[in-house]
């Protein structure tokens, strides 16, 4: 699976949420508090060229994947097709 980026900010459970999948799947991560770098769900719109109303929003390489049930069935299909 290519590295995966996740905005989210510390409050969020869903963030955690996904960077234990991370790490519990050995999945290369990056985590981006958008609180502390100053990135708000506007400036996500633009990366994703739709409405973000929610945290976390997470990328696989360069494909926006959504929020935490949406990565979580991703990795679910990844490892699949990958047994």
């Known amino acids: 699976m290519d590295h995966v980026t996740i ?14 999948l991370c790490e519990i799947r050995d999945i290369p991560y990056r985590y981006v508090d958008m609180i502390e770098e100053g990135i708000s769900k506007a400036d996500l719109e633009k990366t994703t060229g739709k409405p973000v109303h929610t945290v976390p929003q ?22 699949s097709a990958s047994r």
Do not use: K
């Open 7 to 20: 905005y989210g900010r510390a409050s969020c459970g869903f963030c955690m949420r996904a960077r234990q």
């Open 58 to 79: 997470i990328f696989v390489g360069d494909e926006h994947v959504g929020g935490f049930d949406h990565f979580s069935r991703y990795v679910q299909q990844f490892e």
